[in-house]
């Protein structure tokens, strides 16, 4: 079976400091996707990024950055120098490869950035 | 490009009644997805369609809730009678299927209240 843990439920941070948000994966394929959606107060899920269960290559784009470790089935992602933009709930999410497409999410972690 | 496009944005029925939730997707977005998030949760896979076929619809409470897919263009999704629990934000997204992943967009959703 798949599932997807977001372990904390609440952050808050105040401006510019770093956040990390924490996801452990169980699946027993060997092939698989993980992603991050984000998903403002307005209510629509945004993608931030996909990786496949081939690709542990960790990754920086911008502000955002991402940590992949298939040893310890962790998919964290770090928000650096945060803003109150980012506010919003962060959700970890699953795909089997042979689903088309269908997720599975973890709980979700609702960020909060004090100005 | 118009993103995934829902109606009506909110709506709030007594326990018992039919509410229809409408969906457009993205132009030639060949598969279509709807989602329940009940408050505090991750989204949930009801239904996938490809094209006008279904694909999995495992998780759907198949008693009280159906969808359909004409065309293979716009989707709706009914419930009849709602319940108490299935107050939620029901999600739509559709995917174009290409290359070696299905990536998905969300919609706005649709909040539901069951009074």
């Known amino acids: 079976a798949q599932k997807v843990t977001q372990a904390q439920t609440e952050i808050s941070v105040v401006e510019k400091e770093d956040v990390t948000l924490d996801c452990v994966y169980e699946?027993?394929?060997?092939?698989?996707?993980l992603f991050w959606y984000k998903q403002p107060p307005s209510g629509e899920l945004v993608f931030l990024i996909r990786?496949?269960?081939?690709?542990?290559q960790n990754e920086i784009s911008g502000r955002y950055s991402w940590n992949f470790q298939k040893s310890t089935s962790s998919f964290n992602f770090t928000i650096t120098a945060s803003q109150v933009v980012d506010s919003a709930v962060y959700f970890c999410?699953?795909?089997?490869?042979?689903?088309?497409?269908?997720?599975?999410f973890g709980r979700g972690t609702q960020l909060t950035v004090w100005p | 490009e118009a993103g995934v496009a829902q109606s009506p944005r909110y709506k709030i029925i007594e326990k018992r009644q039919s509410v229809a939730f409408w969906c457009n997707p993205i132009?030639?977005?060949?598969?279509l997805y709807w989602y329940q998030q009940i408050l505090g949760q991750g989204p949930k896979l009801l239904i996938q369609?490809?094209?006008?076929?279904?694909?999995?619809d495992s998780q759907l409470p198949k008693d009280r809730f159906s969808a359909e897919r004409l065309k293979g263009v716009d989707s709706t999704l009914k419930i009849q009678p709602a319940k108490l629990e299935d107050s939620a934000v029901y999600l739509c997204?559709?995917?174009?299927?290409?290359?070696?992943?299905?990536?998905?967009?969300f919609g706005p959703g649709t909040r539901l209240t069951v009074t």
């Open positions: 990786r496949n269960s081939f690709d542990e």
């Open positions: 699946t027993r394929d060997t092939t698989y996707y």
């Open positions: 997204a559709s995917s174009l299927n290409t290359g070696d992943y299905y990536e998905q967009y």
């Open positions: 369609f490809q094209n006008n076929g279904v694909v999995d």
């Open positions: 132009s030639g977005h060949a598969t």
């Open positions: 999410a699953l795909d089997r490869g042979s689903t088309l497409g269908r997720l599975y």
